[in-house]
C-alpha cells in the first residue's frame, strides 16, 4: 500500500517558470490538501478538495492552482514561480475532512532562483 | 480562526530523559493529530487523539478537549527521538488541518 506519493522529491527551477508537483493516494480518501513548510514554521495549507471536482483555497494560495478530476491526484501548478515559493510542499489526505486522520506524503523540495 | 500554541519551541535532552510537550487551541477541536518531522523531513503519524489518552510504545498522549490542550509524553528519550514534533487541529467551525509552530527536540547520547 504506497499511501500518499508526491513527485518529484526535488526540484529547482528558474523565476518564471511553471511546474506541476503531482500528488497521488491510493486510500480512496475523498479530502486531499496540499501544504507549504518553511524554516522554523510550521505548515502552512494552501488548497483543498473535499472530492472530485471541488477544490478551495487556504491560507496561502497566491501564485498556485489546483484541479481534481480523479479521486486520486490532486496535482499542484505553479503558474510563474517566484523566489519566495521556495518551500518544502507536502500534499496530504484522509477520508473527510473533519473525524479522521490525516496521512502525509514524504515532500517535494523546490527551489526558485 | 483557531489558535495552536505549542511548548517548549526547543528542548534538549541527554539519552534516557523523559519530556512532556504541549499542545494548546483556542477553540473547540473535531481532530487533533500528532506528528514527528524527523531529520529528512519526513512527516510521521503518531497519534490520532481528539480525546482521551493513547500509548504506542515509550509514547503515549493525552488530549482533554474540554480545557482545550493535549500533551505528548516521551519516555526514556532515544537519539532517534530527535527531530520537531507538530500538533495539528481541525477545529468545529471549519475543516482544515491547522499546525501549530512545532517542538524541536535533540537527543543527546
Known amino acids: 500500500n504506497a499511501g500518499v506519493t508526491q513527485t518529484p522529491k526535488f526540484q529547482v527551477l528558474k523565476t518564471g517558470q511553471s511546474m506541476t508537483l503531482q500528488c497521488a493516494q491510493d486510500?480512496?480518501?475523498?479530502?486531499m490538501s496540499w501544504y507549504r513548510q518553511d524554516p522554523g514554521m510550521g505548515l502552512r495549507l494552501i488548497h483543498y478538495?473535499?472530492?472530485?471536482?471541488?477544490?478551495d483555497q487556504g491560507e496561502v494560495p497566491n501564485g498556485y492552482n489546483v484541479s481534481r478530476s480523479t479521486t486520486e491526484d490532486f496535482p499542484l501548478r505553479l503558474l510563474s514561480a517566484a523566489p519566495s515559493q521556495t518551500s518544502v510542499y507536502f500534499c496530504a489526505s484522509s477520508t473527510g475532512a473533519r473525524r479522521t486522520e490525516a496521512f502525509f506524503g514524504q515532500g517535494t523540495r523546490l527551489t526558485v532562483v | 480562526g483557531i489558535q495552536v500554541e505549542q511548548s517548549p519551541p526547543d528542548l534538549i535532552l541527554q539519552e534516557g530523559a523523559n519530556s512532556t510537550l504541549r499542545c494548546n487551541f483556542s477553540d473547540s477541536v473535531n481532530n487533533l493529530q500528532w506528528f514527528h518531522q524527523n531529520p529528512w523531513g519526513q512527516l510521521i503519524n503518531l497519534f490520532y487523539i481528539p480525546s482521551g489518552t493513547k500509548q504506542n510504545g515509550r509514547l503515549s498522549a493525552t488530549t482533554v478537549a474540554t480545557e482545550r490542550y493535549s500533551l505528548l509524553y516521551i519516555s526514556s528519550s532515544q537519539t532517534t527521538d530527535s527531530g520537531v514534533y507538530f500538533c495539528?487541529?481541525?477545529?468545529?467551525?471549519?475543516?482544515?488541518?491547522?499546525f501549530g509552530q512545532g517542538t524541536e527536540l535533540s537527543v543527546k547520547p
Open positions: 486510500m480512496n480518501h475523498e479530502y
Open positions: 478538495s473535499v472530492g472530485a471536482g471541488i477544490t
Open positions: 495539528a487541529v481541525v477545529y468545529n467551525q471549519g475543516g482544515k488541518l491547522i
